[in-house]
């Protein structure tokens, strides 16, 4: 964040003393887009990290299982808004998490089930929840 500060505040005083404003903002908005750029490759997850749940759609209140994988990295944990009451399981292997889930969102719908692997990033996939089972 420092770098991202310290380009922002050269750029926009070279700006200031040439007069272009405009050569400030182009500045910081690639300052600004390399450091988004460097941050995605470096949280982008690994090959073989992945989330499963299983059965993929359900009716609401339903029991989900939910796997987590995150390859060469651990678990830190598993989350969606259609598991309002959390994700109960435990670690049963490096990088290998296994738990359950009961589907209460607040409406039916399809939402994303996030693991976060700590080292290298999320992982997601899908699960439709329907209406009331």
Same mark, same amino acid.
């Given at each position: 964040?420092?770098?991202?500060?310290?380009?922002?505040?050269?750029?926009?005083?070279?700006?200031?003393?040439?007069?272009?404003?405009?050569?400030?903002?182009?500045?910081?908005?690639?300052?600004?887009?390399?450091?988004?750029?460097?941050?995605?490759?470096?949280?982008?997850?690994? =090959? %073989?990290?992945?989330?499963?749940?299983?059965?993929?759609?359900?009716?609401?209140?339903? $029991?989900?299982? +939910? !796997? @987590?994988? &995150?390859?060469?990295?651990?678990?830190?944990?598993?989350?969606?808004?259609?598991?309002?009451?959390?994700?109960?399981?435990?670690?049963?292997? =490096? %990088?290998?998490?296994?738990?359950?889930?009961?589907?209460?969102?607040?409406?039916?719908? $399809?939402?994303? +089930? !996030? @693991?976060? &692997?700590?080292?290298?990033?999320?992982?997601?996939?899908?699960?439709?929840?329907?209406?009331?089972?």
């Amino acid at each position: 964040m420092r770098k991202l500060m310290t380009g922002a505040l050269a750029a926009v005083a070279l700006a200031g003393l040439s007069g272009g404003v405009v050569a400030a903002n182009a500045a910081t908005n690639a300052a600004d887009e390399q450091a988004l750029n460097g941050r995605a490759a470096a949280e982008a997850p690994v =090959p %073989g990290s992945r989330v499963v749940v299983s059965p993929d759609t359900v009716p609401r209140f339903a $029991t989900v299982n +939910v !796997e @987590a994988f &995150c390859e060469n990295d651990e678990v830190e944990g598993v989350f969606s808004e259609a598991f309002p009451g959390g994700v109960g399981g435990r670690q049963v292997g =490096p %990088g290998h998490f296994q738990g359950t889930a009961v589907a209460d969102p607040a409406q039916p719908g $399809t939402f994303d +089930v !996030e @693991a976060d &692997c700590k080292n290298t990033g999320m992982v997601s996939t899908k699960l439709r929840v329907l209406g009331d089972g």
